[in-house]
């Protein structure tokens, strides 16, 4: 048996026959590698928001050095388009949301001290009142109920009390986190329409009017203006589609790891097929985040 399939037993055992209320150790491990990549999303959902804008507001300025370009086109004073400032704050807003979320369940699940235990908390709460409200899936009495939960821990961080608060949590952010997976999936998603294909569409709007602009050029100047900014635009796309393809597949993963986590905090005694699902999902959106890293 390999080091990977004997982990996965020793959980689903583990796990299966656990009928206390506290947490098992394989538990524990499962619910720290699920937190770990969590908080991987979120950074690497918050960081590509930035880069997005950033890299179209590059493309629209290259656009407007070509030669001959049309008056008006890009305009000049919306280079970003769809990434105005505070729907990339709203963005990373939510992507924060998740990134607390994974360390303040990677917190009670380790030997972490209530100092830790209460930042990561406060930073959840401080992300999830910052939402615009038409995505803010928990009401302020919830939220507050958020932070009682880890203020009842108290000093003294036994067991039990971590195994009932990643309970506790786990259940009333359900609602929450899979409605932020949905709607960053969503924007990352290559073939959807919203803040993803906007971007590779201004990346093929680039490449047109170069290609445009190359084949009328004259002069060696513009030539090679218009041949960088046909190359630009062409490795911009392939290296953004790549990863954005990565990173809505990650979060629709993460989702379904979320609703698997939670229908195992549910039940004292969870089944076997769902904690191996659980343990499947898990593991392969903590491999997908490890590779979107590198990809960056």
């Not at 720290?32 to 590509?48: C, H, I």
Request: glycine share 4%; with cysteine.
């Amino acid at each position: 048996m390999t080091g990977s399939r004997l982990w996965t037993a020793l959980v689903v055992a583990a796990l299966a026959t656990s009928s206390t209320g506290c947490l098992s150790s394989a538990q524990l491990a499962a619910v720290r590698q699920f937190s770990a990549a969590t908080t991987a999303v979120g950074d690497l959902a918050t960081s590509e928001f930035v880069v997005l804008r950033n890299e179209t507001i590059s493309m629209n300025e290259a656009r407007l050095t070509l030669p001959g370009i049309d008056p008006g086109e890009p305009d000049q004073t919306n280079l970003d388009e769809s990434f105005d400032p505070e729907d990339v704050e709203a963005r990373v807003r939510a992507a924060g949301v998740l990134k607390a979320y994974g360390e303040l369940l990677l917190a009670l699940a380790t030997e972490s001290q209530t100092e830790e235990i209460k930042k990561a908390s406060d930073s959840l709460l401080a992300n999830l009142s910052a939402l615009p409200s038409a995505d803010q899936k928990l009401d302020k009495e919830q939220q507050e109920a958020l932070g009682t939960i880890v203020t009842s821990i108290g000093g003294l961080i036994v067991e039990f009390k971590r195994s009932k608060a990643i309970r506790t949590i786990v259940a009333d952010t359900t609602p929450q986190i899979v409605h932020l997976c949905d709607l960053l999936a969503r924007d990352f998603d290559p073939d959807g329409d919203h803040l993803a294909t906007g971007f590779l569409a201004t990346t093929e709007t680039l490449k047109e009017r170069a290609f445009e602009a190359l084949e009328a050029a004259q002069a060696r100047d513009d030539k090679v203006a218009s041949l960088a900014a046909y190359r630009a635009a062409q490795a911009g796309r392939d290296k953004r589609a790549m990863v954005l393809a990565r990173a809505s597949q990650s979060l629709r993963q993460l989702r379904k790891a979320q609703d698997q986590l939670k229908t195992a905090m549910d039940s004292r005694k969870p089944s076997v097929s769902d904690i191996k699902e659980f343990v499947a999902t898990a593991k392969a959106l903590h491999s997908a985040v490890q590779v979107l890293a590198k990809g960056k």
